[in-house]
């Protein structure tokens, strides 16, 4: 039997409810822990920010272990080339890649979705998986919707 593909319908009308209702911060803190907490394969779900240095992201709200990785100049990591790239960058085996920032050696892979405001990447949204290669199609077009939907808190 295929396994079932995770209905994200549910994930995203929820994102939707908790947007007008809270603060930037609160909302982005909520939004990681939901995802962290029901999506099966996110194991480390945060948002990077870029306020005060420009072309840096720092971190801001996350659900999943601490990371050293508290700033990222665009083009370190696989979230500095998304910011560079400015489109979502998978890397679904994090072994293969060289220009990669780890926080632990049970992430296996890697998406990071940008946020942006007038075409300029505001922030991130970045999931790290213990699974290897379990971004979908799927995930990328629920991500981009919730990377738009933040995109407005900003
Ligand atoms: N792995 C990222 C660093 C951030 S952590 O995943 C939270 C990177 O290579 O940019």
Redesign the pocket.
Known sequence: MLPTEFDFAPLLEYVKDIIPQYERDDALQIISEILRENVPHYD?V?FYIVEDKPDVLELGPYAGDP?E?TQ?PFGR????QAAIRKETFIVQDVTQEKN????STA?MS?IVVPIFSAGKVIGEL?I?SHSRAPFKEEDKQFLETVALLVATLF
């Open positions: 480390w945060g990371t990785h990222i990591g696989i979230c500095g990669y920032l780890s926080c992430v890697e970045d790290d």
